[in-house]
């Protein structure tokens, strides 16, 4: 039997990964993404993607720059096996910075967006 549907994810939050295989029907991909000792991230696609619908599950957590790099490498790493179609889900945490600073070229701020279908069931 053919494989059509593959979910991977990175070591972001490895319980979110189990959970959305769990609830699609298919078992984790096989994969290993590990850290060399000097930081750089080296990942393995453990099995045949060849023309499957591979899904990247991976959130922005702490560390928010290393879990992104480590989603690109697995991208990559997805597309030079030949993987059908590469599906990022990607969970946002967003975290509102608030302090008094009076620089503005220096203020990170990120809050929550108004969901465009709350928006619509209102109306």
């Not at 993404?33 to 453990?46: A, K, L, P, Q, T």
């Not at 899904?55 to 702490?62: A, D, P």
């Not at 969970?91 to 990120?110: D, F, K």
């Amino acid at each position: 039997m053919n494989k059509t549907i593959s979910i991977f994810g990175g070591n972001s939050n490895p319980k979110l990964v189990e959970d959305v295989a769990h609830y699609v029907g298919v078992p984790v991909g096989q994969s290993r993404v590990e850290r060399f000792s000097d930081g750089e991230i080296f990942v393995e696609v453990g099995e045949n993607v060849r023309n499957v619908n591979c899904f990247i599950v991976q959130s922005t957590c702490s560390p928010p720059n290393d879990n992104i790099m480590e989603l690109l490498i697995m991208i990559d790493a997805l597309k030079r096996a030949s993987a059908g179609s590469i599906v990022a889900l990607i969970r946002c945490i967003v975290t509102v910075l608030t302090g008094e600073n009076t620089n503005a070229e220096a203020t990170a701020l990120a809050a929550p967006r108004p969901s465009p279908w709350t928006a619509r069931e209102a109306a």
